[in-house]
């Protein structure tokens, strides 16, 4: 049996729904017959691979850092999965844009602070103007909501995408947003 590729992302977000992901516990382990977690906050690769079937993509697209990495995910991956509501409506990364960026990084990094006021340019990738959900920057195949989504539904979900379930090979699901 050939194993499918799966990839987790994180963006903006808290990494709650990658929490949620390891809660699936020992069907951690059945996935595993299924998959290779290819790339992942949870292992040690640096660069995202060509040729991935599945990806979750966690949490908003907040800064350029962001903008670049889901525009190569989205062209090195099969189904791409908005994985919680930080990715599938933007959420709490949002909340900031009414205010914008610019008077944002004031208030916080120059208005708040008592000694060496000043934005960094060095450690914080620069933002958009807007944090935005990802299928508003990339094409998206599969909405998975939830704050995070609960263990039971990205077992579920993974089953399907993966063609575990009833043993037939996954299909492209059709295109959302």
Not at 52 to 76: F, H, P, Q
Not at 148 to 164: K, N, S, Y
Request: glycine residues 6%.
């Amino acid at each position: 049996m050939t194993r499918r590729r799966l990839a987790t992302v994180w963006l903006d977000g808290c990494s709650g729904c990658h929490m949620s992901f390891l809660d699936l516990d020992e069907r951690l382990l059945e996935l595993a017959e299924h998959a290779e977690l290819v790339y992942s906050p949870l292992v040690d690769v640096k660069e995202y691979p060509a040729g991935v079937d599945v990806c979750l993509v966690e949490g908003a697209v907040s800064t350029t850092d962001d903008l670049g990495r889901i525009r190569s995910v989205r062209a090195r991956t099969r189904t791409l999965v908005s994985f919680g509501d930080c990715a599938v409506t933007a959420n709490v990364p949002s909340l900031r844009n009414p205010v914008g960026a610019a008077p944002l990084l004031q208030r916080a990094y120059v208005d708040n602070v008592d000694r060496d006021a000043g934005v960094p340019v060095e450690v914080v990738p620069p933002l958009l103007d807007r944090s935005l959900p990802v299928h508003r920057v990339v094409p998206v195949e599969v909405f998975l909501p939830g704050c995070p989504p609960p263990a039971d539904l990205i077992h579920e979900t993974l089953l399907r995408l993966l063609g575990v379930e009833a043993g037939v090979p996954p299909e492209r699901p059709p295109r959302f947003g």
